[in-house]
């Protein structure tokens, strides 16, 4: 599609990674049927699919490494996508604090079903903002909780842990890396033509 970046590199990305996922069960079969006694046939995966898989291995990280490199993050949209989803998200904090404050988790969660749906509807079918939270505002039942609802809706309550394990990956990537700066900054990329 026209309005892509990179189209065709992020495709052969999930075809190659498709095809690397799926040469395990070559191994699983080969050695299911072998009973981990080493017999003959297991020669081709040894020649072929053991080989392959490193290429493939290589040839995704070079691909990835392509597309990402010079990645640009548009931080409005991001904050477009997180407004129209985080209202539904926030749901169950909102049936929570209700029933914190004494509220029936069945009705609070039957309440919030029919808003979430109407809201829904008016997204689907009318292309207009999400309105839940506004919903949510002019009905009575959530009045105890009307002014806890901003506070709800901080995106970081529902990204849990995310952001600390991605910055320990990264902490490990770049020490684990780091060994290898010289020839990283050298590496010419292997150009496969599928």
Same mark, same amino acid.
Request: charged share 15%; net charge positive; aromatic share 8%.
């Given at each position: 599609m026209a309005f892509k970046r990179n189209p065709m590199r992020s495709e052969r990305i999930t075809s190659l990674g498709r095809e690397l996922m799926n040469k395990n069960a070559n191994f699983a079969q080969t050695f299911a049927g072998q009973w981990f006694e080493r017999t003959l046939d297991d020669s081709a995966i040894r020649r072929v699919d053991l080989p392959e898989s490193f290429l493939l291995a290589d040839a995704l990280c070079a691909s990835l490494d392509? =597309?990402?490199n010079g990645l640009v =993050?548009?931080?409005q949209m991001i904050r477009a996508h997180l407004d129209a989803q985080l209202p539904f998200m926030a749901t169950e904090n909102i049936i929570m604090r209700l =029933? $914190?404050?004494?509220? $029936?988790?069945?009705e609070a969660h039957e309440q919030i079903r029919v808003l979430s749906r109407q809201a829904g509807l008016v997204v689907k079918n009318e292309g207009k903002p999400n309105d839940l939270i506004e919903r949510i505002r002019n009905t009575e039942y959530f009045s105890s909780i009307h002014a806890d609802l901003d506070a709800m809706l901080d995106p970081s309550l529902y990204t849990g842990r995310s952001a600390v394990i991605t910055e320990r990956m990264c902490a490990v990537a770049e020490e684990r890396l780091a060994r290898y700066s010289d020839y990283l900054g050298k590496a010419e990329t292997v150009q496969l033509s599928l």
């Open positions: 392509n =597309v990402t =993050v548009y931080p =029933v $914190s404050k004494g509220g $029936s988790r069945q």
